[in-house]
């Protein structure tokens, strides 16, 4: 009973943490929508892809340069956003708030299942969840900055949806190294989110395989063969 206390405690108060901050930001990002008060916000060059996808799905032009070359912005996530939005009516504003709330889903999962295997104690998942979202003082207001103040500004970009997948991927690499997943299935896993993440947000996606490398070189009693198949992977 003791053992089951020890679990269930600090994954209710780490479930009730990321509920309330989810219900907070469902709110601002499909009522209040903060960023949207800011003109020099990143969050326009997004939301400006998607109205040029939801215009043309199939042969989308450059939303920000007159011309015929493509966007960076155009991200896979975004575009499984608009194949969800367009049938439903939705507009930019509508599906980046959707997307938003896709990438604090990813992020909280990440935390959970790393936190979880990398510490390996119960409250490590509500602890990392408040230092990451409440430990930066008074933040700038950017990419890649987590402090709630910040995060609410940036949730829907692709650079917060990247570093969702890259918590995902360090779990990943954790439990491939620890025999915790089919051998295969696990580095194919592992491909597929490096190569999402780059695809999505390259300054990110260094992040996502540079500390995935990190993990494979650092964790104790791995085989050599394990460490050098994750770095190539």
């Not at 003791?2 to 943490?17: E, G, H």
């Not at 799905?57 to 896979?76: E, Q």
């Amino acid at each position: 009973m003791s053992n089951m206390r020890d679990i269930t405690v600090p994954r209710n108060v780490f479930l009730v943490l990321a509920t309330l901050v989810g219900v907070w930001l469902i709110w601002d990002s499909v009522v209040y929508r903060l960023v949207t008060y800011s003109m020099w916000a990143d969050y326009w060059e997004h939301s400006g892809a998607l109205t040029e996808w939801l215009r043309n799905t199939l042969n989308p032009g450059n939303p920000h340069v007159s011309d015929d070359s493509s966007s960076a912005r155009y991200i896979p996530l975004y575009y499984l956003l608009v194949l969800i939005g367009s049938p439903l009516g939705l507009d930019a504003l509508d599906l980046m708030a959707l997307s938003a709330v896709i990438n604090y889903l990813l992020v909280v999962v990440g935390i959970w299942l790393f936190c979880s295997v990398y510490f390996r104690n119960p409250w490590a998942p509500a602890v990392a969840f408040v230092v990451l979202f409440c430990g930066w003082g008074v933040p700038w207001i950017w990419s890649n900055l987590y402090e709630l103040r910040s995060f609410f500004m940036t949730a829907s970009y692709p650079s917060t949806f990247v570093f969702g997948l890259s918590l995902i991927s360090f779990w990943l690499t954790l439990s491939f190294m620890r025999g915790m997943t089919g051998f295969f299935s696990g580095l194919a896993l592992l491909l597929l989110l490096s190569a999402l993440g780059f695809i999505s947000h390259a300054l990110t996606g260094v992040f996502l395989v540079g500390a995935t490398c990190l993990l494979a070189v650092t964790e104790q009693d791995a085989p050599p063969s394990l460490r050098v198949m994750v770095i190539i992977a």
